[in-house]
């Protein structure tokens, strides 16, 4: 079969076939998304402390952020605090984490961007601060702890499907 052509005007491709057939392709009503990750990753809100951790892995300095999601292999969080950069190694302490209690681990900065500040209350007047969104990759957790920490994740899926039936 050869390659497939761009759509038609009537919203089908056409792909030419051996000795000049063709074959008329509906394109799917809906789009679908499919996660590329070696783990599945959940939203869910925890409290942040952070350090960037300097050449011979001492913490630096601490800041507080918000956990917005986390998987088997990462996280992402968002913070005021600047400064780590892709590459970074930083230590995370996450609390609050259900049926865990608390994360203690090195990561990995994959990406930094600006994140939408929240919106001020009514009654709130001073300037928003710039917010960071950082992603990491948890690379220091023993099998153990992933292990524990999948099943958690699983485990807290599984409280809130029963609870929204």
Not at 103 to 110: A, K, S
Not at 120 to 138: G, I, S, V
């Amino acid at each position: 079969m050869g390659t497939l052509k761009s759509p038609t005007p009537t919203g089908k491709s056409v792909s030419t076939g051996q000795a000049g057939s063709s074959r008329v392709v509906d394109k799917p009503a809906t789009k679908s998304y499919v996660q590329s990750r070696n783990f599945y990753r959940v939203s869910l809100a925890a409290p942040v402390e952070w350090q960037l951790l300097n050449e011979i892995g001492q913490q630096q300095d601490t800041h507080q952020g918000e956990l917005t999601n986390i998987s088997g292999g990462g996280l992402a969080f968002k913070t005021e605090a600047a400064g780590p950069a892709p590459g970074d190694r930083m230590h995370i302490l996450l609390t609050g984490l259900p049926l865990i209690g608390k994360l203690d681990t090195n990561v990995t900065v994959l990406r930094v961007t600006p994140a939408p500040a929240p919106a001020p209350a009514d009654d709130e007047e001073e300037e928003q601060k710039p917010r960071w969104q950082m992603a990491c990759a948890l690379d220091e957790l023993s099998n153990n702890m992933r292990e524990h920490l999948i099943s958690s994740i699983f485990e807290q899926q599984r409280i809130w499907i029963q609870q929204n039936m």
